[in-house]
């Protein structure tokens, strides 16, 4: 293939990430974007979008990683997203990344994208793994098959991503010229297939891939051509499968597949089949029994950290802030600053600040760290495996495990995580019982109270069951909405296992302090300007005797009575809304105590039963602000958002109540 030389044309490349999941594409993207990349959803869908830009021999370089894909058949959202951005907005390079390890698998992705443009470039990455199980491609040969440049890569370590670049502008710039393979089927298809593109009038789309798709009876390419003009070519097509006598889109996926094999037998030399490192500790972490008391280590250890190295980092925040606010405090005094404005920003601003940085911040520090790593090992795949039957029993995928597991972490990823399921209403199920998830902040509210009423392994337990109850309220309406709102068979389980490999330190360090940012942004955003009414509320009237907050407390009185509950207790639940972090604040204001008095005095004014209610509901109600926002994002609606908040205090309420009124009936108030 002939050298690229430099070009002096000064136009913005832009360049598509294409793959399936778990060939290393987010790491390519990494290595090409580094810091210069952000995200967000594509229009009008719950799938995220991340975009980053690299300059490169004086060029800009825009480029998108699209979903993770096994296929540009329409069975998912993020399949359809991919093959339309690669012909309706039409990038001058589309990378396909494929797993050198597995390539006969990633050629069916490959053969469908150079049905759709020629400009294509194919990485190769994970080269080392494939050599260390000595595997060997010819790479030059493979180039000659597909007719587009191969280029081997090791992501992990940068190495060809400079001579993939040169290559993407090679193709940019017609200094290397792409003559793609393409495909032939039996005579039979391929005569089909003539006929119906002679049908058919002029689209964005190739002819010849459309009526491909339309002989893979592809409802979503039906319903387009119906909407252009196009629909006395669907009837025709129609009625020639009814006619041809055989099952044309499993003669083409056969097809597709025998091709992969060809060019595979062609260009892969594999030893003979021995038992690797990853088969070997597959053996243990995946077996029904083993691997599941293993998955419960892992997750147990998460809990452990959240609770004991966050406080560590927590208590370094709560020290810093204390100085900070005494500080700022102090010098807005020898100023002459208003006793107000000093208010608002001290005890209002400040201190809410303070919160969440010691309550949250550092929660989802260790969390992402934890979770990250396990990600970038492997071994995340190999939990939702373990869970899948679990997952099924629920009438939830497999793959919602790790949907669940980031809400443990805080409930945003959580309900963001869900765009990794391929249905739709397996997304919404999933978004609306991840809030019941006790996030980071609930669980450091659980750690304060819980101390003070139980002791030893009654303190082990109470905490276990509050667990417990979550996933049983999960359980339940998982199942409610399964049956009654959006009935239909679950996801099936569709996950690559990755081989186990050591994380990247770049990838685990980028990807915890990204994700973390993002959710700080997000809390800090929602709670800031509450934080200014609360603090109004609790300081005014100035002079009277019950603040307007104690006069809210008052008429939450019945609410609360319900439960077994005061106005008191229940003014935090209402005053959190915006972060849960700032629970134990404001049920310290609502018994007229500041922070530094701490939360001993509920012995005196709670029952061991009481003080269970109450965690009950603080587990189960209304997500915090920030939750409801990624929820109207994910779900795209409003709707959605307001049904999730009124579900949760429902739920909330009837098993606090049946909690509290159980526990009074057997004399355990």
């Not at 793609?180 to 058919?200: A, G, H, N, V, Y």
């Not at 390419?221 to 003009?229: G, K, P, Y």
């Not at 992969?260 to 070997?280: G, H, L, R, Y």
């Not at 109850?469 to 998982?478: D, F, G």
Request: with cysteine; charged share 20%.
């Amino acid at each position: 293939m002939s050298k690229v030389l430099p070009d002096t044309n000064q136009k913005e490349i832009t360049v598509a990430l294409a793959g399936n999941p778990n060939v290393g594409k987010s790491t390519v993207f990494n290595a090409l974007t580094g810091l210069r990349q952000h995200t967000g959803n594509w229009p009008g869908k719950t799938v995220e979008r991340k975009e980053g830009t690299i300059r490169h021999r004086s060029r800009e370089i825009k480029i998108i990683d699209l979903p993770g894909t096994y296929s540009l058949t329409a069975i998912s959202v993020e399949e359809v997203i991919a093959r339309d951005f690669i012909v309706l907005d039409k990038p001058d390079v589309t990378v396909v990344i494929v797993d050198a390890t597995n390539l006969e698998r990633n050629l069916y992705l490959v053969t469908q994208v150079l049905e759709l443009t020629d400009k294509v470039v194919v990485a190769l990455n994970m080269m080392d793994l494939a050599e260390a199980k000595g595997i060997r491609i010819d790479t030059k040969k493979l180039t000659k098959l597909l007719g587009v440049p191969v280029i081997p890569l090791v992501a992990t370590k940068k190495t060809g991503i400079d001579e993939l670049l040169l290559n993407i502008l090679g193709i940019t710039t017609g200094k290397i010229q792409a003559t793609p393979l393409r495909i032939e089927f039996d005579p039979e298809i391929e005569e089909m297939i003539c006929k119906i593109e002679s049908w058919l009038k002029p689209e964005a789309y190739p002819n010849r891939w459309l009526a491909t798709k339309l002989l893979e009876e592809d409802t979503e390419v039906a319903a387009m051509l119906r909407d252009h003009s196009n629909n006395e070519a669907v009837k025709k097509a129609d009625n020639l499968l009814h006619r041809c006598g055989i099952r044309t889109e499993i003669a083409i996926a056969e097809r597709r597949y025998e091709l992969a094999m060809e060019i595979c037998s062609a260009t892969v030399i594999k030893p003979e089949s021995v038992e690797n490192f990853t088969d070997k500790l597959d053996k243990i972490l995946t077996h029904k029994f083993v691997g599941l008391f293993i998955l419960i280590g892992v997750l147990g250890f998460t809990l452990w950290a959240i609770y004991e190295v966050s406080a560590l980092v927590g208590g370094w925040f709560e020290i810093s802030f204390e100085l900070l606010r005494g500080t700022v405090q102090s010098y807005l005094m020898v100023i002459g600053t208003p006793w107000w404005l000093t208010g608002i920003i001290v005890d209002g601003l400040l201190l809410g600040v303070q919160q969440i940085f010691v309550y949250m911040f550092a929660v989802l520090l260790v969390f992402y760290l934890i979770y990250s790593i396990l990600e970038d090992t492997g071994y995340l795949a190999r939990g939702a495996y373990l869970l899948d039957r679990f997952m099924l029993k629920l009438g939830l995928p497999g793959k919602g495990f790790m949907s669940l597991l980031a809400g443990f972490g805080c409930n945003i990823p959580g309900v963001m995580a869900t765009r990794i399921l391929d249905k739709e209403e397996d997304r919404i199920i999933m978004s609306f019982v991840n809030p019941m998830i006790p996030c980071s902040a609930r669980i450091a509210v659980i750690a304060a109270v819980v101390p003070l009423f139980f002791k030893g392994l009654a303190a082990t337990g109470i905490t276990l069951a509050l667990l417990g109850i979550s996933l049983i309220a999960v359980a339940l309406i998982a199942k409610l909405l399964k049956r009654f709102a959006l009935p239909g068979a679950v996801g099936s389980l569709v996950m690559e296992l990755p081989d186990y490999r050591l994380p990247l330190p770049s990838n685990v360090v980028y990807t915890t302090l990204y994700k973390t940012y993002n959710s700080m942004v997000k809390a800090l955003t929602m709670f800031l300007p509450f934080s200014v009414l609360i603090w109004f509320l609790f300081t005014f009237p100035v002079g009277a005797s019950i603040p307007y907050a104690g006069q809210i407390s008052k008429l939450l009185n019945p609410v609360g009575a319900l439960i077994g509950m005061t106005g008191e207790d229940w003014l935090p639940f209402l005053f959190s809304f915006p972060a849960k972090e700032l629970t134990i604040l404001y049920l310290n204001f609502a018994y007229g105590l500041g922070l530094s008095e701490g939360v001993g005095f509920l012995t005196n004014v709670w029952t061991p039963l009481k003080a269970f209610t109450w965690l009950t509901f603080m587990v189960l109600y209304t997500p915090c602000l920030a939750t409801i926002a990624a929820l109207r994002e994910e779900l795209n609606s409003w709707k959605w958002a307001g049904l999730v908040m009124v579900q949760e205090l429902v739920t909330a309420f009837v098993f606090a109540g049946v909690i509290y009124w159980g526990g009074t009936m057997l004399g355990l108030g």
